[in-house]
């Protein structure tokens, strides 16, 4: 069976999710924080589009996770790196996705050994609901409820537009 996609307008939904995070950093000296793959990304092309002068810092949580002894180590694992002084700090975690909230919560966990930030808000492009853990956005591009059994995937053209698809998980 193929996977089934429905493409969403990315481009119109990072329009909206930018302005709101400009809305939410206004007047604040503040870090940008992206969790890898997508909120990378969406991290790097809001500190160009926002004119943010910091570096932006990039987290791979795959230690942190909760669910790391059932999954095991990903191959794809890269190193963190927080370029500027998180203790004190405002820090926008950017994320592209939000599902159960046990990704953000690994990417706080690995934040604070960095140090104790002032403030922590969490910026997603899209939340899609199925929330497991306590865990709620300051500022969301857009809203969609969709069934555990469809993925929301971000990907990125060499030209940095991004595309956003719903697609049928395929069945083991």
């Not at 400009?22 to 007047?27: I, K, M, P, S």
């Not at 942190?64 to 190193?79: E, I, K, M, S, T």
């Not at 790196?81 to 953000?104: K, N, Q, S, W």
Request: net charge negative.
């Amino acid at each position: 069976m193929t996977a089934q996609f429905i493409e969403l307008d990315a481009e119109s939904i990072y329009a909206l999710f930018a302005q709101r995070v400009r809305e939410l950093v206004a007047g604040r000296t503040m870090g940008l924080v992206g969790v890898h793959t997508g909120g990378v990304w969406l991290a790097e092309r809001l500190r160009k589009d926002l004119n943010i002068a910091a570096e932006v810092g990039v987290l791979d949580v795959s230690f942190y996770r909760d669910d790391f002894a059932q999954g095991g180590l990903n191959p794809g694992v890269r190193p963190s790196r927080i370029p500027f002084e998180m203790a004190g700090c405002h820090v926008v975690l950017v994320d592209d996705v939000l599902y159960t909230g046990r990704t953000v919560r690994a990417a706080m966990n690995e934040l604070f050994d960095y140090g104790r930030p002032a403030r922590i808000d969490l910026a997603v492009l899209i939340d899609r609901g199925g929330r497991e853990l306590p865990i709620a956005p300051s500022v969301v591009g857009r809203t969609i409820e969709v069934p555990d059994e469809v993925s929301v995937v971000l990907q990125r053209e060499a030209s940095g537009r991004l595309h956003l698809t719903l697609e049928q998980k395929a069945r083991a």
